[in-house]
């Protein structure tokens, strides 16, 4: 099975940099992705890691370490519309596909 | 256009009764996913069909039958709807069952059970 844990809720300041951490437990790995989930909407994609290493595009960035089992969401120059939950995913196979376990989503407020 | 659209955004329907969900993607994936959000807004998978044919089936009530048409609709059915059912239904779709492919996500569809 898997197991994903993330921070509940984080506020942090307009203009600021946040991390997001995401640890997980997982019988089988196949890429981890974070989403944005806005109030109301659906999940949309940010970011996805297979390998190692630091992915960056634009204001965000996704760190990836298999070994520790740990990744991390970093949102450079924080907007107000950035206040959303982020979903840590962990993909792994099944059967004849994919599957996606979610964690529980950090909510995160941005704040003036 | 949009690219993952379900039908109906709003259902609000009496303890007992049957309902469906409907799920239509434009984008000529082969691989579409039921999830289900609950109120504490854990997302998690129920169903996932590729080219029609069912591959994932999470622990969910037998009640719930999902059905796939053709490849680019996946439709959701629900028997004797309980309270418990309440929830946002995710629709998605990916290009594959496999690959680094991400998922994209409908609207989603907020059951309410009364």
């Known amino acids: 099975g898997q197991n994903i844990d993330q921070p509940t809720e984080m506020t942090a300041t307009e203009g600021a940099i946040v991390q997001i951490n995401c640890t997980y437990q997982?019988?089988?790995?196949?890429?981890l992705f974070w989403y944005q989930q806005h109030a109301g909407e659906a999940p949309t994609f940010l970011s996805y890691?297979?390998?190692?290493g630091l992915e960056e595009k634009g204001r965000f960035s996704s760190f990836l370490s298999r070994s520790k089992g740990y990744s991390y969401l970093l949102l450079k120059e924080l907007q107000m519309k950035d206040s959303a939950s982020y979903l840590c995913a962990v993909r792994g196979f099944t059967g004849g596909g994919n599957k996606l376990t979610f964690g529980t989503g950090t909510q995160l407020k941005v704040e003036l | 256009d949009t690219a993952v659209s379900q039908t109906p955004k709003y259902l609000v329907t009496q303890m007992g009764n049957d309902k469906s969900i409907k799920c239509e993607q434009n984008l000529g994936h082969d691989t579409m996913y039921w999830y289900k959000q609950d109120s504490k807004k854990f997302l998690k998978i129920m169903f996932s069909?590729?080219?029609?044919?069912?591959?994932i089936n999470e622990t969910v009530p037998n009640r719930f039958s999902p059905k796939s048409p053709d490849k680019a609709h996946l439709n959701l059915h629900i028997n004797s709807l309980e309270l418990g059912d309440s929830a946002v239904y995710f629709c998605?779709?990916?290009?594959?069952?496999?690959?680094?492919?991400?998922?994209?996500f409908g609207p989603g569809t907020r059951l309410t059970v009364l």
């Open positions: 998605a779709s990916s290009p594959s069952a496999g690959g680094p492919y991400t998922q994209y």
């Open positions: 069909y590729n080219n029609k044919e069912l591959i």
């Open positions: 997982t019988s089988g790995f196949n890429g």
């Open positions: 890691n297979v390998l190692d």
